[in-house]
């Protein structure tokens, strides 16, 4: 069964520090995605950062990385230079096989990030 | 553009009761997912559709619940006999029909069952 395991609640970060999240994920099959969404206090799905399994290169945007060890199966969020706007809920997702019949998102607990001022 | 649209944005109801949650996606997008979110928790799989068919509806709880795409764009989540522990948020996403890889959500819909 695919399963995300998101071990840290919460994390503090300094300001423009970098940090980790930490995502491991359990699935069978060959073919999955690998997502990071952001969720404010507001409540919107935000999302951040896409890594495929047969992806070569770790995923960047921006200010975001992840640190994909697929034989360790973790896909860690990584946020350099945090800023205040960065507090939020951090999900881990994936999704499993390819083709137009699969599409859902199998979501971690989520782990809650404070930047410090 | 407009993103995903979802109404209401609150609903409380009673114990019993039948609710109607709505979901506008990205015009266009034909990949549709539904989602429930307790809170403290991350979001959980109710059911996909592709166009007007619901390819995957593995996560819906129970008979209780019941999704409906009938033109390929809006969808409406029924939920009858509420119960108290359907109160939660209810999540609407849409994604491209070519490419999954991003899904884009709307706002939510804070579902209380009273």
């Known amino acids: 069964a695919q399963k995300i395991t998101q071990t840290q609640p919460g994390m503090f970060v300094q300001e423009k520090e970098a940090v980790t999240l930490d995502c491991t994920y359990d699935t069978s099959d060959p073919s999955y995605g690998l997502f990071w969404y952001k969720q404010p206090s507001s409540g919107e799905m935000i999302f951040l950062i896409y890594q495929g399994s047969y992806d070569q290169q770790n995923a960047t945007e921006g200010r975001y990385s992840l640190n994909f060890q697929k034989a360790r199966k973790s896909a860690n969020l990584v946020i350099s230079a945090s800023q205040l706007g960065d507090s939020a809920m951090y999900f881990c997702a994936m999704r499993e096989g390819q083709g137009s019949n699969t599409g859902k998102l199998i979501f971690g607990q989520g782990t809650t990030l404070q930047v410090k001022p | 553009g407009a993103g995903v649209s979802q109404t209401p944005s609150n609903k409380v109801t009673e114990k019993g009761k039948y609710v109607e949650l709505r979901c506008d996606p990205i015009s266009g997008h034909t990949a549709l997912y539904w989602y429930r979110q307790s809170l403290g928790q991350g979001p959980e799989f109710l059911i996909y559709f592709q166009g007007t068919g619901a390819a995957d509806d593995s996560g819906l709880p129970n008979d209780r619940f019941f999704a409906v795409r009938p033109e390929g764009s809006v969808s409406t989540l029924k939920i009858q006999r509420t119960e108290r522990g359907d109160s939660a948020v209810y999540l609407c996403?849409?994604?491209?029909?070519?490419?999954?890889?991003?899904?884009?959500f709307g706002p939510g819909t804070r579902l209380t069952v009273l």
């Open positions: 996403a849409s994604s491209p029909n070519r490419e999954l890889n991003e899904q884009f």
